[in-house]
């Protein structure tokens, strides 16, 4: 049910404080934004004025140019903003992802608390901060694989898989062109695989520059090379590479010839997906929560009352009513899938249809697609 004179309301401009007068992750001009972390769905440049984690102003930097006025925050620092005070704390999703605090300082409702998490994970990823909980009255949480099918391994569990996978086709002489989303999942792999080895990797234009700012950040990580197609001398075999889930099926394969492919995703849980991309191998590794780390985290913050914005929010918000606790779903532009140009939400969506009709077994997967809406407006990156 709407209470009056929310902390933080959802409008066609991203989700507003009028209390503090900012407004987070926003997707229409305004005057003060702050921001969860640099994904393109949650990083637009539209603020006079964004502030953001220290830890995450060099990614924003590069995405959204040199000429936005970007302001550092520490975790935790406490800051002023009209009838409200608002810290940063991490959201374990990728470098600098920060979940936004938001406390009341006046009126009859002073020490009311919100958070919102942006996109947040609990398991733990040597490429980013650790999750930190934060209580509160409110939560607003993210709800990407907010279904029961959405289980996930470590990721040092899934790290081995891509090893051994590449391992097999250094032995059969064959490039491993692994496709991940360009920041994060990426540079996680990158740092997850340092377990196992310490040979370079091949890595595409879209995700170099990344990696490189990931490496000044002080992530370890394996070494890497970026891939020049003009330069011939250069033999694949053997060689993993990484690239955006863009690159798959582009000209740019013809450099790899008899290339076995994979991809990284929490999509891969759900079958459909890697066969209708024609990918070799699928890894199940996500930087968002999986089910039972979003239950758990809803509990774990005390809150009375949970909003949901992007993901799978109705069948949580179901849940959560049948549990008494205060549910509803915000409507906003996040979207389910963190890459830019890929579209995979929306084949998954169906996928899962074909599925259905060719295999009863799947039918539970039908309601793991993700809805095709939301993707559509954020295919701006290269
Ligand atoms: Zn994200
Ligand atoms: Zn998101």
């Avoid at 229409?28 to 637009?44: F, G, N, Q």
């Avoid at 209580?135 to 099918?149: G, H, N």
């Avoid at 020049?228 to 990484?242: N, S, T």
């Avoid at 949901?308 to 996040?334: C, F, I, K, N, P």
Wanted: charged share 25%; glycine share 8%.
């Amino acid at each position: 049910m709407a209470r009056p004179d929310p902390l933080i309301d959802a409008t066609d401009r991203g989700l507003v404080c009028r209390a503090g007068g900012f407004t987070i992750d926003p997707w229409k001009p305004v005057d003060v934004s702050l921001v969860t972390h640099a994904h393109a769905d949650h990083a637009r440049p539209v603020a006079k004025v964004t502030y953001a984690a220290h830890s995450s102003i060099p990614l924003l930097r590069k995405r959204l140019g040199e000429h936005l006025e970007l302001r550092g925050v520490d975790w935790g620092e406490p800051l002023a903003f009209g009838d409200t005070t608002v810290s940063f704390h991490p959201a374990g999703h990728v470098l600098g992802s920060a979940q936004i605090r938001v406390e009341r300082t006046a009126g009859e409702r002073a020490g009311e608390v919100w958070v919102f998490t942006g996109d947040f994970k609990r398991d733990p990823d040597p490429s980013c901060e650790a999750f930190e909980l934060v209580t509160c009255d409110t939560f607003i949480t993210e709800a990407t694989f907010a279904l029961p099918v959405y289980r996930w391994q470590p990721g040092e569990v899934v790290a081995r898989e891509i090893f051994d996978w590449w391992q097999l086709m250094k032995a059969s002489e064959r490039p491993a062109v692994l496709f991940g989303y360009s920041l994060g999942k990426a540079q996680r792999v990158l740092a997850e695989l340092t377990r196992f080895t310490d040979e370079p990797v091949y890595l595409h234009g879209a995700v170099y520059p990344l990696t490189e700012l990931y490496r000044q950040a002080g992530i370890h990580m394996l070494p890497t090379l970026p891939i020049d197609l003009a330069d011939r001398k250069v033999d694949y075999r053997g060689r993993l590479i990484v690239a955006p889930p863009g690159a798959s099926g582009s000209s740019w394969m013809r450099r790899f010839p008899h290339a076995s492919t994979g991809f990284c995703s929490g999509w891969m849980r759900v079958r459909g997906n890697r066969r209708r991309r024609g990918y070799d191998r699928g890894f199940v590794l996500s930087d968002h929560a999986d089910w039972p780390g979003l239950l758990r985290t809803i509990e774990q913050t005390g809150a009375t009352r949970v909003l949901t914005t992007h993901g799978q929010a109705s069948s949580l918000v179901r849940l959560l009513r049948e549990r008494g606790v205060d549910a509803a779903e915000l409507s906003t532009r996040y979207s389910a899938d963190d890459s830019e140009t890929d579209d995979t939400a929306q084949d998954a969506a169906q996928d899962a249809a074909q599925d259905a009709a060719a295999d009863p077994e799947t039918v539970a997967d039908t309601a793991a697609a993700p809805p095709p809406a939301g993707t559509s407006d954020h295919a701006t990156q290269p």
